[in-house]
């Protein structure tokens, strides 16, 4: 398995969705972070395989609401590492 050096930001995307699929919105609102930035994460993301869109549909206002998924496996020890070192 390849291994890619992830941001805290991207490490934290990816533990949200994998508590449950989440979208762009959810996510800016969550890490406080502008829309954009937030589509450029779960782009990344998506290309490197690490997460995927598990539902999509139009909203109301016709917008394309996608719902995405970290895709599992994902060795997330370095995350629970890290996070019990910050203790």
Known sequence: MATVDLDETAKGILK?????PKTAGELT??????????V???GLLEQLGLLRV???YFGRDGRM????QADLPIDMSDVASSEAAGR
């Open 54 to 56: 598990v539902l999509s």
């Open 29 to 38: 609102r969550i890490f406080g972070l502008p829309g954009a930035v937030v």
């Open 65 to 68: 609401v996608r719902y995405y």
């Open 40 to 42: 450029d994460y779960l």
């Open 16 to 20: 949200a969705t994998l508590a449950s």
